[in-house]
């Protein structure tokens, strides 16, 4: 008979990335035995799906570009308009700085620009004035308007507590950070330019500050120097560092990175997040479609783990270490697909999950409700649910399962073993997933499920 596991490990296995992927394919079975709470699966869709993702990739990429796709980051949304936004970065700090601190500022930047990238809403826009990178005048909405606020901010040094090292993001400079300073960059007007839960975001980085004066181990370079998410960098180069090289690359476990990002930022969670003996778990949720009627009632069996997040920074925070510092990153294939609305929303607008009747109308009630607040445009009815809703924790779960499936379609298709799932997320899946939404719901270009977001959750 195999022991109950103590508390302090069921916490650790629900903070770890191999539960994300075990959990959600439970539920994955579930669906396959026609058992889930909230949806119908269309099993035989899943083939479109793929080929879909397919035809854009071969679209959108030369056959012999289709194997170097770039990764799935946060530094992608940099690049929007075709403009290399980072690399002018990097050109301004060449010859100033070494090269470790390069790339702790970049982690300086995609922590805060990860943080700030929840759901904007249909309404709000970033505007980028004309400069020597773009020369007319743009304005961008979503990941892009965000990522692009982010950085912005970040160059004008609002999450910098040192006025002479203003491209850096320090604790004191969070904490200190206002809302009206949040709000003015962000060039939000509540009537004509209204962000989703901007306050939500402002909290957020609040909490970031506090979480890098709780995790001096991590983001302390020296006794007096500023606490830095971009710190972490020196840790993980000291793993790299320390151990057998690989063919010149310094080897870093994919799991350290992971457990910096979701330890070291633990105190980012709003405390209505799920918790265990006091310890919150983040994106961890309890899912119906696996919860065992005859369990005890503390039991976890039936929570599922994303950490959504979490993954996105570390696979943003990667990219600029592989890149710059040669590291080679080992188990890089534990973390998963991301369970967001436009890889999900891809699945539900091929057809390949449908909302059962009862969810579809008990959404549409919510949707309903909420377009009678103020601001609130009454276009392209969806069914809306809050982060925390049984429908959006199913939905989740499925994504994560399926893009497993769908990748493994689209290397067989392509004859390319290799791509990676980072690969598939960005040459293919997410980028399908917006098409389909654009084309579905022309006036917003949003998801087929909308979720009500408070700034801290995808």
Same mark, same amino acid.
């Given at each position: ?30 669906? #396959? ?54 690399? #002018? ?64 901010? %970040? ?30 960059? %962000? #060039? ?81 969670? +709003? ?67 991301? +369970? ?72 067989? #298709? ?45």
């Amino acid at each position: 008979m195999t022991p109950t596991p103590s508390t302090a490990e069921t916490i650790s296995y629900l903070k770890s990335l191999p539960a994300v992927r075990e959990r959600a394919e439970k539920v994955y079975a579930k669906a #396959q035995d026609g058992q889930l709470k909230h949806f119908d699966v269309d099993f035989s869709k899943l083939a479109d799906v793929a080929k879909f993702v397919v035809s854009l990739i071969k679209r959108d990429y030369e056959p012999n570009d289709i194997a170097n796709i770039p990764p799935h980051t946060r530094l992608r949304h940099f690049d929007v308009g075709q403009k290399d936004r980072i690399g #002018q970065l990097l050109e301004g700090w060449k010859g100033r700085i070494d090269t470790l601190e390069t790339v702790r500022r970049l982690v300086d930047l995609i922590v805060v620009s990860v943080l700030l990238d929840a759901g904007a809403g249909d309404r709000w826009t970033f505007q980028v004035k004309s400069d020597n990178v773009q020369k007319v005048t743009r304005s961008y909405s979503r990941s892009e308007g965000l990522a692009l606020a982010s950085l912005t901010m %970040f160059m004008e040094g609002r999450f910098s507590s040192d006025i002479h090292r203003s491209h850096q993001v320090d604790a004191e400079g969070l904490c200190n950070l206002t809302l009206e300073s949040l709000r003015e960059g %962000f #060039q939000v007007d509540d009537q004509k330019n209204p962000l989703l839960g901007l306050e939500g975001r402002w909290e957020l980085l609040r909490r970031l500050g506090l979480s890098l004066k709780a995790h001096r181990e991590y983001f302390a370079s020296s006794e007096n120097a500023p606490l830095r998410p971009g710190n972490m960098v020196d840790v993980l180069f000291k793993e790299g560092s320390d151990r057998p090289r690989r063919k010149d690359k310094y080897v870093v476990r994919t799991e350290s990175l992971f457990k910096i990002v979701i330890d070291g930022f633990a105190e980012i969670w +709003p405390p209505s997040r799920t918790s265990l003996n006091g310890v919150s778990l983040g994106d961890v949720w309890p899912c119906d479609a696996i919860r065992n009627p005859n369990a005890a009632p503390d039991s976890t069996d039936h929570y599922v783990a994303f950490h959504k997040l979490s993954q996105w920074m570390t696979y943003s925070i990667m990219e600029p270490l592989e890149t710059h510092l040669n590291i080679e990153w080992e188990h890089a294939n534990l973390l998963t697909g991301l +369970p967001e609305y436009r890889n999900g929303g891809l699945l539900i607008d091929l057809g390949f999950m449908t909302l059962k009747p009862k969810e579809e109308e008990r959404g549409l009630v919510n949707y309903r409700h909420n377009a009678l607040k103020p601001g609130q445009p009454a276009v392209e009815v969806v069914p809306t649910f809050e982060p925390s809703d049984p429908v959006i924790i199913e939905w989740r779960a499925m994504t994560v399962a399926t893009l497993d499936r769908i990748a493994d379609e689209v290397r067989k #298709q392509l004859n390319l073993p290799n791509l990676t799932l980072a690969q598939v997320l960005q040459g293919g899946t997410w980028n399908a997933g917006r098409e389909i939404a654009s084309v579905s719901r022309p006036n917003t270009k949003g998801p087929p499920i909308a979720i009500l977001s408070d700034g801290t959750l995808f």
